[in-house]
T-cell receptor, first 115, second 111 residues
Framework: DSGVTQTPKHLITATGQRVTLRCSPRSGDLSVYWYQQSLDQGLQFLIQYYNGEERAKGNILERFSAQQFPDLHSELNLSSLELGDSALYFC??????????????FGPGTRLLVL | EDQVTQSPEALRLQEGESSSLNCSYT??????LFWYRQDPGKGPEFLFT???AGEEKEKERLKATLTKKESFLHITAPKPEDSATYLCAVQALSHNNDMRFGAGTRLTVKP
């Protein structure tokens, strides 16, 4: 158990809908990272928040957004969902702001299925 | 373009048959190389971090090594419970220190 929690575990929705995924980092960690893992793309970095502020952006679509709240939990919002958004979404956390040399600890993931 | 390439894609071993997994990378300004283990449908589980060429780390039957261009994950006398996908990731200045993952090696250990 990494100490990172994610809810829900599974989510089934329809195309065009909007969903929110939630992540609570390990106690004391200030950074939260979001990743998407699909069969054909592997594990792809989406976005990082550090202490409430956006820190880095990866391959995140404009239809996706995230935020980190004062209690450090984070939410990933996915809108106008398409079939291709079906994937596992992982959250990871680390103690600091990034900049390399920082181990990230991953949560159990949310499996999203768009029908 | 920065790349992280893992080989082989899949590896089948008999219990007790030692082997190595490879992770080669082409980045500038390596900050860290990370190994994770991932079971189906689960989140990646952290194994090792390596920071500089020549560094080695060990944990039970696993040993990770790092050179300037690649890393190896050596598995000694594997057991069926070592079956998983092993992921390699790098953080480097050339891609803003984002964690960039390889596609993984799917290891199966038969009893």
């Amino acid at each position: 158990d990494s100490g990172v929690t994610q809810t829900p575990k599974h989510l089934i929705t329809a195309t065009g809908q909007r969903v929110t995924l939630r992540c609570s980092p390990r106690s004391g960690d200030l950074s939260v990272y979001w990743y998407q893992q699909s069969l054909d793309q592997g594990l792809q970095f989406l976005i990082q928040y550090y202490n409430g502020e956006e820190r880095a952006k990866g391959n995140i679509l404009e239809r996706f957004s995230a935020q980190q709240f004062p209690d450090l939990h984070s939410e990933l919002n996915l809108s106008s969902l398409e079939l291709g958004d079906s994937a596992l979404y992982f959250c990871a956390s680390s103690p600091y702001s990034g900049g390399g040399q920082e181990t990230q600890y991953f949560g159990p993931g949310t499996r999203l299925l768009v029908l | 373009e920065d790349q992280v390439t893992q080989s082989p894609e899949a590896l089948r071993l008999q219990e007790g048959e030692s082997s190595s997994l490879n992770c080669s990378y082409t980045v500038s300004g390596l900050r860290g190389l990370f190994w994770y283990r991932q079971d189906p449908g689960k989140g990646p589980e952290f194994l090792f971090t390596l920071y500089s060429a020549g560094e080695e780390k060990e944990k039970e039957r696993l040993k990770a090594t790092l050179t300037k261009k690649e890393s190896f994950l050596h598995i000694t006398a594997p057991k069926p419970e070592d079956s998983a996908t092993y992921l390699c990731a790098v953080q480097a200045l050339s891609h803003n220190n984002d964690m960039r993952f390889g596609a993984g090696t799917r290891l199966t250990v038969k009893p």
